[in-house]
């Protein structure tokens, strides 16, 4: 079955633009995470949803916001960029239901550069 | 909050030797969850250990749980050069909540 994928692969933009990034699941996975990884700080937890609902979500601010759609795909979305949001934005879903949790299929990530 | 902390950061080794990566949570989890990512890749599951003092093995990796729930270790026997990459260890506390990522241990493996 296909795998994460998330769209689009590479992006450039401009401080103080915004950005949408997109993730769709495997399929029957309902469960969403959002992760940005940068050399100095590895893997930092964004947001997780699951059936449309975030169910937990990290400390970076408001700029950094998602959503899920009814069919599990995922957005998330940066307003007004910083050069510091340069990073490789990791999207993972899981069958995670409840308390029982399973491993995270990642995507290829997208590769974001604020110039 | 909740910290997952990993140690060493880099680890060089000679094809051969052994390599082993340890985590430490600040909390006690509920399970802790291991990933390899390859250079220019991304992360990989690799394994979940849910039960106290658990270990678990695949092929050369083995994988132990602490007694406390509270670390994790992941031990290379026999280190090859397909091993290289970063290993990650990443936590879920009692609650359910997020899953924490430690920073990763590089390995290199000379040849």
């Known amino acids: 079955k296909a795998g994460v994928t998330q769209t689009p692969r590479y992006l450039i933009k401009t401080r103080g633009q915004q950005v949408t990034l997109s993730c769709s699941p495997i399929s029957g996975h309902r469960s969403v995470s959002w992760y940005q990884q940068t050399p100095g700080q590895g893997l930092q937890f964004l947001f997780e949803?699951?059936?449309?609902?975030?169910?937990n979500k990290g400390n970076f601010p408001g700029r950094f916001s998602g959503r899920q759609f009814s069919n599990s795909r995922s957005e998330m979305n940066v307003s007004t960029l910083e050069l510091g949001d340069s990073a490789l934005y990791l999207c993972?879903?899981?069958?995670?239901?409840?308390?029982?949790?399973?491993?995270?299929?990642f995507g290829s990530g997208t590769r974001l550069t604020v110039v | 909050g909740q910290q997952v902390m990993q140690i060493p950061q880099y680890q060089h080794v000679q094809e051969g030797e052994d390599f082993t990566t340890y985590c430490n949570s600040s909390?006690?989890?509920?399970?802790i969850q291991w990933y390899k990512q390859r250079p220019g890749g991304h992360p990989v599951f690799l394994i979940q250990l849910v039960k106290s003092g658990e270990v678990k093995k695949q092929k050369r990796l083995t994988f132990q749980f602490g007694e406390a729930k509270k670390n994790s270790s992941l031990h290379i026997t026999a280190t090859q050069t397909t091993d290289v990459g970063t290993y990650f260890c990443?936590?879920?506390?009692?609650?359910?909540?997020?899953?924490?990522f430690g920073q990763g241990t590089e390995l290199s493996v000379k040849p």
């Open positions: 909390t006690t989890l509920s399970n």
């Open positions: 990443a936590g879920r506390d009692n609650q359910g909540g997020k899953l924490i």
């Open positions: 949803y699951f059936s449309e609902t975030q169910r």
């Open positions: 993972a879903s899981s069958n995670r239901q409840g308390v029982t949790n399973y491993g995270y299929t």
